[in-house]
């Protein structure tokens, strides 16, 4: 009986260890086969505003050389104002920060900002600290003016934080209509107004001189301008067009850019700046077990990401940023005449990287994984590419082809 009862246990053991061992397998089986489809698909993805080409597998070798994929770091806590005690990145976090602030045009001392986790969270970001910025100092909730084409977190937002808005109609190329945001500005009430740089589709710029002027002019009785930059907020600095996101020269007083988009991170991640004369005027929480003020919506926050972004700002830095960002604005122009080319009917903006085009058959847009679009007054359907830093003239040349046979 003890016999039988041992071969019984013993077969089990067997069994449950060869399934276990078969199950691993086919686990990993499966994460093969992902890596695969994953290494096929990648570096020909045209159709979304996210660069393909990461300069961070040295980055890696050195993380999980040292270990550090066994800890969990967290950045809990203000970067400009560090009092954790635990492991984490925040200097790291401020000097990224400090990095990108002279190219938004915002000085080092005046600087104040955080590592997000996506445009969208920046943006996030934005409108709470406009909203708090202009109660506290007029007593009164602002109005939000948005365009019609700028990016839906905005709309979601406005609408998580409870705040009126109002959506200002744009022209054919996806940008705000001025004379629309003149008729519905209401100077009883603060302004908060968010400037889309970069459409998401249409890659429309936002008009900051015409917005100011009509600012200056209504004297809305308080005003704060967000920026949303998450793509060309990446490669913009980066050009002649510069000026376009210069906070003095444009007047604004925040920005949100996406990390994944341009900059290169391999993870949702982006960038949130502002200035220190703002972020005074935050009901800031003091939070006693965390050693002071947390201004940030979120508690915990990634550590990796500003180690990354660090990372980036050292090996890529200005000059590499500098010949991406011509690049992609060079093969942008690639793409559009090679289209005009063939009669193809198509749009590209000034400095813009993303060329709009008229819908092309469901086989084209599948195989090249392509947005989808509306817009009567350009025909109808559309669809476009997003030059990244990984769209070489070949690929657009294979591009072209396949629109070519439809
Ligand atoms: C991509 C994009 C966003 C959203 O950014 P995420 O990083 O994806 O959250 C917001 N605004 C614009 C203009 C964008 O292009």
Redesign the pocket.
């Known amino acids: 009986m003890k016999k039988k009862l041992c071969t019984i246990l013993t077969l089990f053991i067997v069994l449950t260890a060869a399934f276990s061992a078969y199950a691993a397998d086919a686990d990993i089986e499966r994460l093969n086969k992902f890596a695969e489809a994953a290494q096929n698909q990648a570096p020909d993805a045209i159709g979304y505003?996210v660069t393909q080409d990461i300069p961070l597998h040295e980055f890696n070798i050195w993380y999980l050389s040292k270990r550090l994929d066994r800890f969990m770091i967290n950045n809990a806590g203000d970067p400009f104002d560090p009092h954790s005690e635990l492991v984490n990145t925040l200097d790291f976090e401020r000097e990224v920060i400090e990095f990108f602030a002279p190219h938004y045009g915002i000085d080092k001392n005046e600087v104040w900002g955080i590592c997000t986790f996506?445009?969208?969270?920046?943006?996030n970001l934005g409108i709470y600290f406009g909203a708090k910025y202009l109660e506290n100092i007029t007593g009164k909730k602002p109005i939000v003016y948005v365009s019609r084409e700028?990016?839906y977190?905005?709309m979601r937002l406005c609408h998580l934080q409870n705040l009126e808005m109002k959506l200002i109609p744009t022209d054919s190329m996806g940008r705000m209509e001025i004379a629309e945001f003149e008729k519905v500005l209401d100077t009883t009430r603060p302004a908060l107004v968010i400037i889309?740089?970069?459409?998401?589709f249409k890659g429309g710029i936002d008009n900051a001189r015409q917005i100011n002027a009509v600012l200056e002019r209504k004297k809305p009785i308080a005003v704060y301008r967000h920026v949303?930059?998450?793509?060309?907020g990446g490669y913009l600095p980066f050009t002649e067009h510069k000026d376009l996101l210069d906070a003095r020269k444009n007047k604004f007083d925040s920005i949100?850019v996406?990390?994944?988009?341009f900059f290169g991170m391999n993870e949702?991640?982006?960038i949130f700046l502002t200035t220190k004369k703002v972020l005074e005027k935050q009901k800031a929480f003091n939070i006693t077990y965390l050693n002071g003020n947390m201004p940030m919506i979120n508690c915990s926050r990634s550590a990796i990401t500003p180690l990354k972004f660090w990372w980036l700002t050292k090996k890529v830095g200005y000059k590499g940023y500098e010949k991406q960002a011509k690049q992609i604005l060079e093969n942008a122009k690639y793409l559009k005449q090679k289209l005009d080319a063939i009669g193809y009917p198509c749009w590209l903006q000034p400095c813009s990287n993303t060329v709009f085009f008229k819908r092309p058959s469901e086989r084209v847009m599948k195989k090249w994984g392509l947005a989808p679009d509306y817009d009567k007054r350009l025909g109808g359907d559309l669809a476009h590419v997003v030059i990244m830093q990984h769209v070489s003239k070949q690929l657009i040349d294979k591009f072209v082809a396949d629109i070519k046979k439809n």
């Open positions: 505003p996506s445009g969208t969270d920046g943006n700028a990016h977190s905005n889309a740089m970069g459409t998401t949303d930059a998450a793509l060309f949100a996406s990390g994944h988009k949702p991640a982006g």
